[in-house]
């Protein structure tokens, strides 16, 4: 496989329900990003890895919980979600930790919180 | 704050026409600029950068791109649009520590 990829691609989950998406790099990059995608709203930035380690949460409640275990993978485990969590995530790489770099984008998980 | 407005939530043009998407950021120091674009059910795709020298930058698919740093305006264009070009448009500066800060998106639609 080449790129960006995320699974599952779906997911319906209760409130009380746990998950985890997966995100899978395949570029040799040493960053990697979480972001949310509602409609009609901006991208908004949750997490950023660098070299395996944290360096932005963005303000995001503690039910989104992050893991890198190598540059190739990162998760979003989640749990308690609230219906309003209802939307696209998108995992992104890039080369390094700045902000020239291009970003190279998976298809996301569209999530439904029910 | 830093921030990116796309004023144009939706466009609909002819295939043929040209293209002109609009963007506006707010950023204390000198911006790095993105355009990139989403087709349905895909991830986001680069289509051109700027963050230094010439302000017209070329990108993929024949669009390019204007930095007007006195308008504060970063304005996506093509000549002729195709029917594939129908996707949604989004805007992007990059700031410090690879925070990246995207607009709301335009959505383009093209007619036959």
């Known amino acids: 496989e080449t790129g960006v990829t995320q699974t599952p691609r779906h997911l319906v989950m209760g409130m009380t329900n746990k998950k985890s998406l997966k995100c899978e790099q395949h570029l040799g990059h040493n960053a990697m990003y979480w972001y949310k995608q509602s409609a009609k709203k901006p991208l908004e930035l949750m997490f950023v890895?660098?070299?395996?380690?944290?360096?932005e949460n963005n303000s995001v409640p503690s039910r989104f919980s992050p893991e890198c275990p190598n540059s190739s993978h990162l998760f979003l485990h989640l749990h308690t979600l609230q219906p309003e969590d209802s939307a696209l995530y998108l995992c992104a790489s890039s080369p390094g930790g700045t902000s020239i770099d291009e970003q190279f984008f998976g298809p996301g998980t569209r999530l439904t919180v029910l | 704050a830093q921030s990116v407005t796309q004023p144009d939530i939706h466009i609909t043009v002819s295939e043929g026409a040209s293209l002109e998407l609009r963007c506006n950021y707010s950023y204390g120091a000198t911006p790095y600029l993105f355009w990139y674009v989403q087709s349905p059910g895909q991830g986001l795709q680069l289509l051109l950068k700027?963050?230094?020298?010439?302000?017209l930058v070329q990108g993929i698919k024949g669009f390019e791109a204007e930095f007007k740093r006195s308008q504060s305006s970063f304005n996506l264009r093509k000549p002729s649009v195709h029917w594939s070009d129908a996707a949604e448009y989004f805007c992007a500066v990059g700031g410090n520590f690879n925070k990246f800060y995207f607009g709301s998106g335009t959505k383009l639609n093209v007619k036959p």
């Open positions: 700027y963050f230094s020298g010439d302000t």
């Open positions: 890895y660098n070299f395996k380690e944290q360096t």
